[in-house]
DNA sequence: GTGAATAGCT
């Protein structure tokens, strides 16, 4: 017969002549020739790997009597797509007397990595270093990329300071594995070593880069990134662009993000509009966002994905547009149908309970089959926001006969419910029960709503034993809520020592100052409201108004402190005025003054 | 036909 190696290269993506080829081989007896055929063993397998027929690729391995290296390595690497059979193959293996190649061990730790399979990965990790293969760059960079992803950094650091020789891709493995597990000052680290070692980094590493520059907010790298990719020409591709475009939008820099998309014209994708609609949306530059959606679809014919969509529902519920976030609603369902994501769903409950409608956002929440935990939070907060104390809590009970555990933030969600619904005693409970029994470390913003709980009943003692009790310096929102705890309950002395405790300690927050001087007001200690005022000015800050927003007929009317220009400013005062007669004859705490202002429609 | 990534989102 012919040489197989002629034969072979003759019918190579031919499936009719591979067959033929692998039964004369098979009859023949020629693959169980092991020194000159083994290689043409290996090129058959990959040969049918490339059709692509891996069934018959397994048939022949097996039938194969000897099985050298670089058959294994071919059947295993010809899986490299299916990395739960690759790895059992890999087990086929090792319980044998082959040791794996660099290849094996190389596809073997992506796989483990594919299939979130630590366990494993540490395995086949200890093998290649027994086998030798440390220092490799191929097995180094899977092993780095696979504990990265897997969250062990420590380990993947480890590997990468071991390597005997590190190339382009292997310092790329660590500069993204560190900026993927949000280790983004690192990552950025590693690239300025990365280039001292020689290498500029190609695209992946700017990817990779650009992600570590927007979750460190490191502009003036991300702006000399961005300078480099123009000057290399390297910047052409829409990935990379678009991740520049985001890399601003998180960086605050909404302005250069728009530059930047509007010098891609004629090259964004439906990708590179979702991310500058949700960065607009990010930066509070919601009526732009919503702009843009309909820009991409009405000018651009371009489709929204979800990414966008959700991009446009935050922009809903930040400006409380009930009517704009109904017809992406309703864009969703035509588009998306009952095959809405995770996200989607969380997005829309969150926007019709910020929106005013916590009917609505129960509607979506119950129709939704698979919840994940971030849903039942936006809900328990929807419920919170509109003074459903109740509800919040029997949900939060549903959550856990479900078997969904709570984290961090689900007690934030329910312990401001209940705070904003008044159930102290609920709320103090479950605060207890949070840290003992759910062992969730109390942050900032459990310590406020519980200080809040405290401060609203007038147990303020209560609550200043518990900051005492914190560690560390409290935030401005412990002392937020503890301070408009002692506003509310008349001429108290500890309020007066808390405002000057909070008063001495110069907190960077200009909006807490009010606080502070209306309690040093209320005792009477007109000085130090003047300090107080003074140490503002001072300061060179001004308070960012806060503000709130209401939907008429589909135009947003805002409202601010201290303005008094809305078109019907007089009668909304006059509406208010009745409310508030209303509210003292139910004997409501009361703000003493209320002023409503707007500052345009949007 | 061994390794890095293929953007955006609660």
Redesign the pocket.
């Known amino acids: 017969m012919r040489n197989p190696k002629s034969l072979l290269s003759s019918c190579?993506r031919d499936p009719k002549a591979l067959s033929t080829l692998h039964a004369l081989l098979t009859v023949s007896g020629t693959l169980s020739s092991p020194s000159s055929i083994a290689?043409s063993l290996?090129?058959l397998i990959?040969?049918y790997?490339?059709l692509p027929d891996l069934p018959s690729a397994l048939l022949l391995f097996d039938s194969s009597p000897h099985k050298p290296i670089?058959a294994w390595?071919?059947i295993i690497?010809?899986h490299?797509r299916h990395p739960h059979h690759l790895l059992g193959l890999y087990h086929r293996m090792i319980s044998g007397p082959t040791t794996p190649?660099?290849?094996?061990?190389?596809?073997a730790?992506?796989a483990c990595?594919a299939s979130s399979d630590l366990d494993l990965g540490r395995s086949i990790w200890a093998r290649a270093v027994d086998s030798g293969y440390k220092g490799?760059?191929?097995?180094?960079?899977?092993a780095?990329?696979?504990f990265?992803?897997l969250g062990a950094v420590e380990d993947a650091r480890r590997v990468f300071e071991g390597?005997r020789r590190?190339?382009?891709?292997?310092?790329?493995?660590m500069v993204?594995?560190l900026a993927?597990a949000g280790f983004a000052v690192d990552a950025v680290e590693t690239f300025r070593r990365m280039r001292s070692d020689g290498y500029e980094?190609?695209?992946?590493?700017m990817?990779?880069l650009?992600?570590a520059c927007?979750a460190v907010g490191d502009l003036r790298l991300g702006r000399s990134v961005h300078g480099r990719l123009l000057r290399c020409n390297v910047g052409g591709?829409?990935?990379?662009?678009?991740?520049v475009?985001?890399?601003y939008?998180?960086n605050g820099e909404a302005h250069l993000a728009v530059r930047v998309f509007e010098a891609m014209r004629g090259r964004r994708?439906?990708?590179?509009?979702?991310?500058l609609i949700?960065?607009l949306?990010?930066n509070g530059l919601a009526a732009d966002a919503l702009r843009r959606l309909i820009e991409m679809q009405r000018l651009h014919g371009l489709c929204?994905?979800?990414?966008?969509l959700?991009?446009a529902?935050?922009a809903c519920?930040q400006t409380g547009s009930l009517e704009s976030g109904k017809s992406v609603h309703g864009f969703m369902m035509r588009r998306l149908g009952l095959g809405l994501?995770?996200?989607?769903v969380?997005?829309l409950?969150?926007m019709y309970g910020k929106c005013g409608s916590p009917g609505s956002a129960e509607a979506v929440f119950c129709q939704t089959g698979a919840k994940?935990p971030?849903?039942w939070?936006?809900m328990i907060s929807a419920y919170g926001a509109h003074g459903l104390g109740r509800e919040a809590l029997s949900l939060f009970l549903e959550m856990r006969e479900a078997g969904v555990t709570p984290d961090g933030v689900t007690f934030s969600s329910l312990l401001s419910a209940l705070s904003h619904a008044g159930m102290v005693e609920e709320g103090l409970a479950w605060f207890k029960r949070m840290v003992g029994e759910f062992r969730v470390r109390p942050d900032e913003r459990h310590s406020a709503c519980v200080v809040d709980l405290l401060a609203r009943s007038g147990r303020i003692e209560e609550a200043k034993r518990l900051v005492d009790l914190m560690e560390g310096e409290p935030g401005t929102a412990v002392w937020a809520a503890l301070l408009a705890g002692c506003q509310n309950s008349k001429g108290s002395e500890t309020g007066l020592a808390v405002a000057r405790r909070v008063f001495e300690a110069r907190p960077d927050d200009v909006g807490i100052y009010t606080l502070v001087s209306n309690v040093f007001a209320k005792a009477g200690r007109w000085e130090l409201v003047a300090e107080a005022r003074k140490a503002v000015k001072d300061s060179g800050r001004r308070k960012v108004p806060g503000y709130s927003a209401v939907e008429v007929d589909g135009a947003v009317h805002g409202f601010v402190m201290e303005d008094k220009s809305h078109p019907q400013f007089g009668m909304i005062k006059q509406v208010l005025g009745r409310l508030y007669q209303q509210m003292r004859r139910m004997d409501c705490a009361l703000e003493e003054e209320f002023e409503v202002l707007d500052f345009g429609k949007f």
Request: glycine share 6%.
């Open positions: 190579i290689d290996s090129r990959f040969s790997a490339r670089s390595s071919a690497v010809s490299s190649d660099s290849p094996i061990f190389s596809v730790l992506k990595a490799d760059a191929f097995v180094g960079s899977s780095v990329k696979m990265a992803e390597m590190r190339d382009l891709v292997s310092w790329t493995s993204s594995g993927r980094g190609d695209g992946v590493a990817l990779a650009l992600r927007a591709s829409m990935e990379i662009e678009t991740s475009v985001d890399m939008v998180k994708s439906a990708v590179t509009w979702g991310a949700s960065g949306a990010q929204p994905d979800s990414a966008a959700v991009g529902l935050s519920s994501k995770p996200v989607s969380t997005a409950v969150d994940d971030i849903m939070n936006a």
